[in-house]
């Protein structure tokens, strides 16, 4: 198996995050195709998105789809839950993080530059983001995983989700959402220190660092050059 993912890319995280905690690495390898970077990521899937996980039958997009098949695939190592209650609550809790969080903070990056921004615009996706986590106050644990006593797909999805909150969103200019002295709070600071988290949270902030720093951009013109120069070698 083959998964197309990127350092920064949160929806790939919170796959590659599962990968490694479930031991599965050695059954995949990692790839950031060239036409990601030239923006044809549409050549290898309809989607044109990361992460996309290529297996014998063919390819497949969208993370969540992909998170449930390596559950799937590998049951016995799955993150899905212990009881059926947990496995509900697992859903919920990525549904929160997917939908309400890194969704919304992504269209955000649209109004990134304040020259051209609409602040109305801005401020109803950062709204957003505050429900998502206001509902995430209500639905995550008090333990040091989101659900249950072990880590879950949950965690998987939070901590990437969870990193935008605090790494992107002031960026645009608003303070993070995550209040002091919140159950998401608590949460956010016990789950760095998890093996797993930490591993995750150090390749986004490479990730980060890389297009800052404009070695991204650099890497990706490199590419580029390679791959257009290809057919005439």
Request: hydrophobic share 40%; net charge negative; charged share 25%.
């Given at each position: 198996?083959?998964?197309?993912t990127g350092?920064?890319?949160?929806?790939?995280a919170?796959?590659?995050?599962?990968?490694?905690?479930m031991?599965?690495?050695d059954?995949?390898s990692?790839?950031?195709?060239?036409?990601?970077?030239?923006?044809?990521m549409?050549?290898?899937?309809p989607?044109?998105?990361?992460?996309v996980?290529?297996?014998?039958e063919?390819?497949?997009?969208?993370?969540?789809?992909?998170?449930?098949?390596?559950?799937?695939?590998?049951?016995g190592?799955?993150?899905?839950?212990?009881?059926?209650?947990d496995?509900?609550?697992?859903?919920?809790?990525?549904?929160?993080?997917?939908i309400?969080?890194?969704?919304?903070?992504?269209?955000?990056?649209?109004q990134a530059?304040?020259?051209?921004?609409?602040?109305?615009?801005?401020?109803l996706?950062?709204?957003?983001?505050k429900r998502?986590?206001?509902?995430?106050?209500?639905?995550?644990?008090?333990?040091?995983?989101?659900?249950?006593?072990?880590l879950?797909?949950?965690?998987?999805?939070?901590?990437?989700?969870?990193?935008?909150?605090?790494?992107?969103?002031?960026?645009?200019?608003?303070?993070?959402?995550?209040?002091?002295?919140?159950?998401?709070?608590a949460?956010?600071?016990?789950i760095?220190?998890?093996?797993?988290?930490?591993?995750?949270l150090?390749?986004?902030?490479k990730g980060?660092?890389?297009?800052?720093?404009?070695?991204?951009r650099?890497?990706a013109?490199e590419?580029?050059?390679?791959?257009r120069?290809r057919?005439?070698?």
């Amino acid at each position: 198996m083959k998964l197309y993912t990127g350092n920064l890319s949160p929806y790939s995280a919170k796959v590659r995050m599962q990968i490694y905690a479930m031991g599965i690495q050695d059954e995949l390898s990692f790839d950031l195709p060239v036409q990601f970077m030239m923006g044809k990521m549409y050549e290898i899937s309809p989607i044109g998105r990361i992460p996309v996980l290529e297996v014998d039958e063919g390819l497949i997009p969208e993370s969540e789809v992909i998170s449930e098949y390596l559950d799937e695939r590998f049951p016995g190592k799955a993150l899905t839950g212990a009881s059926l209650k947990d496995r509900a609550d697992v859903r919920v809790i990525s549904r929160i993080a997917d939908i309400y969080l890194m969704n919304n903070i992504f269209m955000s990056l649209s109004q990134a530059n304040p020259e051209t921004r609409v602040q109305a615009v801005l401020d109803l996706l950062i709204g957003q983001v505050k429900r998502g986590i206001g509902a995430l106050e209500k639905h995550i644990g008090d333990g040091e995983f989101a659900v249950g006593n072990s880590l879950t797909r949950a965690d998987c999805t939070l901590v990437p989700a969870l990193w935008m909150c605090s790494s992107t969103v002031p960026r645009l200019g608003f303070d993070s959402p995550i209040l002091d002295g919140s159950r998401v709070s608590a949460y956010w600071n016990k789950i760095q220190g998890n093996e797993f988290a930490a591993k995750i949270l150090d390749e986004m902030n490479k990730g980060m660092q890389a297009r800052l720093d404009g070695t991204e951009r650099k890497m990706a013109e490199e590419a580029i050059a390679r791959a257009r120069a290809r057919p005439s070698e």
